[in-house]
């Protein structure tokens, strides 16, 4: 499958900081880039999503940021609270299918 | 997750012996998805769904199959386990395709 670089694999912020995550993606033809956050025990859950036509998407305290030319994009928290602590997956598609990052674990210490 | 089971949700085996894994949805979506995520590469796609029979090979399907009989039943099956395939399973649905998908809470396999 086509590759989705994420970076970092860990990060540890206090509460009130702002957080980004990083990714890259290969396939020049994918066109959606979605983020979920996995807690403990459960399965990802969708967050935010962009698309190819557009460079910035905001939802509250979450943005995410798309550069189609160099194939990254990348996931902003501002605000930190101890409840965003958890685990981060990038996406892109490829066909019907979604290719994900290795994930980000992010950790907010009070 | 609403409108979406896996079981079961923990199981042992033994090494050669065949395992499935159900995925059941009750939101009628086309598209239906195995991945299993184990540490240090995320989530991997096994095997995917667009439609009743029809279904597709993703990064990692050696070892495993699946079968779509009707549109909230996706099965997956291993037909012979492995200590390799020691993973949690996740399913996932979606309406249109890669957009938007909705995950199942997983099913954890231990193959001893």
């Known amino acids: 499958g086509e590759n989705v670089e994420q970076h970092p694999s860990t990060l540890s912020v206090q509460e009130g900081d702002s957080a980004v995550i990083k990714c890259t993606y290969s396939?020049?033809?994918?066109?959606?880039f979605p983020w979920y956050k996995q807690e403990l025990g459960k399965g990802p859950q969708l967050i935010i999503d962009?698309?190819?036509?557009?460079g910035e998407k905001k939802d509250q305290r979450i943005a995410v940021t798309l550069n189609k030319t160099a194939k990254h994009f990348s996931l902003h928290i501002t605000e930190t609270q101890p409840e965003d602590s958890a685990v981060y997956f990038c996406?892109?598609?490829?066909?019907?299918?979604?290719?994900f990052g290795k994930g980000t674990s992010l950790l907010v210490t009070p | 997750d609403a409108g979406i089971t896996q079981s079961p949700r923990h199981k042992v085996t033994e090494t050669g012996t065949p395992v499935t894994l159900r995925c059941h949805q009750t939101?009628?979506?086309?598209?239906m998805y195995w991945y299993r995520q184990d540490p240090g590469h995320g989530l991997r796609l096994i095997h995917y769904?667009?439609?009743?029979?029809?279904?597709d090979k993703g990064e990692v399907s050696d070892g495993y199959s699946v079968s779509r009989s009707k549109t909230e039943d996706f099965l997956l099956t291993l037909e012979s386990a492995t200590s390799s395939q020691t993973s949690v399973y996740f399913c996932?649905?979606?309406?249109?395709?890669?957009?938007?998908?909705?995950f199942g809470s997983g099913t954890r396999l231990t193959v001893v």
């Open positions: 769904s667009y439609g009743v029979k029809d279904t």
């Open positions: 996406a892109s598609n490829s066909g019907y299918a979604l290719n």
């Open positions: 396939d020049s033809a994918s066109n959606y």
């Open positions: 962009i698309r190819s036509n557009v």
């Open positions: 939101e009628n979506h086309r598209y």
């Open positions: 996932a649905i979606s309406l249109q395709g890669f957009d938007g998908y909705t």
